[in-house]
Every structure is written in structure tokens, then in C-alpha cells.
């Protein structure tokens, strides 16, 4: 008897019972009543893992979801090694993820999910391998945490963005004391610097309020003022003396 098989099956064999091969793609023949065949599809399975409860390693209870993409790379060793391989590979896929969410804690499982896709693949592939299935790609589709912890970390998340904050505003102020303080050193060293920042606050004070009027009286007098009130009040104590 003649089938055919497309491109994307392979035809499993069995003669008188036994395990014979597998044919196709294309044409092949199966001998009548000595032969049975089976056609099995090779192409990559996408499955939609439903969500399972799992207790992280700090004891907080989630909801954890994922997708995975496999095939029978093996289709002779698939038929024969187990009964359902699909459901073998889905139910091997749900006790791995709620296992390897075990090993971690709530943080890591939202921080380092790349790193647990990793281990996940390799620990439902090392399974899978007997019986001739191939797990090409696992990924952590969602994490679903409660409420009160969501809660919890947005509170967390909101102390350290002011902390981060105010340690940015006190770094700036340390910065702006410090370019005061080597100012004024400068300012020391050549009074006459003093006289020109006076001059440029002024014309910036004009250039703010037209109807301010400004007196500009040299420094030298404000000295010879500070000098003569501190000489009067050395000429009163001594008279008082």
C-alpha cells in the first residue's frame, strides 16, 4: 500500500509489532498486513504553560506562567518511550517551573529571569531526551505577586528613589560649597576682584528692576567705617575707666 508524507511528517514503522524505521518524506509503502505505520508531525509545538502556584525560597506565594517550544526530534523513539509525548512534555514543563521558583527567591525571580529560563531549559530538556523530544526554548511568560506585596515594593522602590534623591541634592550642595570656599580664596588674594564681582551683581540687579536705584560706595569706605565705630568704642570703655 502507498502513502505519502509531507514535508513536515515522518511515517513510524511497525513490522509484526516491532519497531522498523521510520520513512517519508514523499512516497513510501507499507507492506499489507505485515506493516503499520504511524504519521507524526516534526514541526516546532508552541504550548502555553497555564499558571502555577509556586512558594519562592523567602516564602512569598506567586503565580507563575510560561510558554514553551519543542518538537519530536526522535519520532520513532517518541512512539515507542511513552504513550502521550505532548502531555509528557507539558506535565514534566508545569513540576520544573514550580520546583525551580522554589530554589529562588522573590527578587531573583524578577530580577534574574533570563538565568532561570536557562536552568529551566535545561532541566526539562535533560528530562525529555529519553524519549526523543527536543525543548528548544522555555521562557517565563509572567509573575504574578499579591497585592500586599506589590504594595510593599512600590514603598521600597519610592524610599530609594528619594534616598538616591538626596544623596544627588547633597552631592550638589558639596560641590557648590566648595567652589565658594576656592572663590573666596581668590577673592583674598586680589581685592579688586571683589570690586568687580560688586559691579556685575549691580548690573544684573538693573537689568532685573529698572526703578532700583543703587549707590555703589567702595569697599574702602565700609573698612574705615568698621575701623572708626571700633575705635569709638575703645574711647567709651576708657572713659567709663
Known amino acids: 500500500m502507498i502513502y505519502i508524507a509531507k514535508e513536515y511528517e515522518r511515517a513510524v514503522i ?3 509489532g516491532r519497531y522498523a524505521g521510520m520513512r517519508g518524506p514523499g512516497l513510501y509503502v507499507v507492506l499489507p498486513f505485515l506493516e503499520s505505520h504511524r504519521k507524526v508531525d516534526i514541526r516546532t509545538n508552541t504550548v502555553a504553560v497555564q499558571p502555577q502556584e509556586a512558594i519562592t525560597k523567602d516564602s512569598v506565594t506567586v ?8 518538537k519530536l526530534s526522535n519520532p520513532g523513539k517518541a ?3 511513552v504513550a502521550d509525548p505532548h502531555t509528557a512534555v507539558y506535565q514534566v514543563t508545569q513540576t520544573s517551573l514550580r520546583n525551580i521558583i522554589g530554589q529562588h527567591k522573590l527578587d531573583e525571580v524578577l530580577r534574574e529571569r533570563d538565568a532561570i529560563n536557562s536552568a529551566l531549559l535545561k532541566i526539562v ?3 525529555t531526551e529519553k524519549w526523543g523530544i527536543s525543548v528548544e526554548l522555555i521562557e517565563i511568560k509572567d509573575v504574578e505577586i499579591p497585592e ?14 528619594e534616598k538616591r534623591a538626596r544623596l544627588i541634592k547633597s552631592e550638589a550642595e558639596l560641590e557648590a560649597a566648595n567652589n565658594l570656599n576656592r572663590a573666596s580664596a581668590e577673592i583674598m ?9 560688586r559691579m556685575q551683581m549691580i ?4 537689568a532685573e528692576n529698572n526703578t532700583t536705584t543703587v549707590i555703589l560706595l567702595p569697599s574702602e569706605f565700609v573698612t574705615l567705617a568698621k575701623h572708626l565705630g571700633d575705635y569709638l568704642e575703645d574711647m567709651n570703655e576708657k572713659q567709663k575707666e
Not at 503565580?63 to 519543542?70: H, I, P, R, S, T
Open 63 to 70: 503565580k507563575v506562567d510560561a510558554v514553551l517550544w519543542y
Open 125 to 127: 530538556d535533560d528530562n
Open 189 to 197: 588674594k586680589n581685592p579688586m576682584s571683589l570690586e568687580l564681582r
Open 203 to 206: 548690573a544684573e540687579i538693573g
Open 148 to 161: 500586599g506585596m506589590q504594595r510593599a515594593m512600590a514603598r521600597e522602590a519610592e524610599a530609594s528613589r
Open 14 to 16: 511497525f513490522r509484526l
Open 79 to 81: 512512539m515507542v518511550s
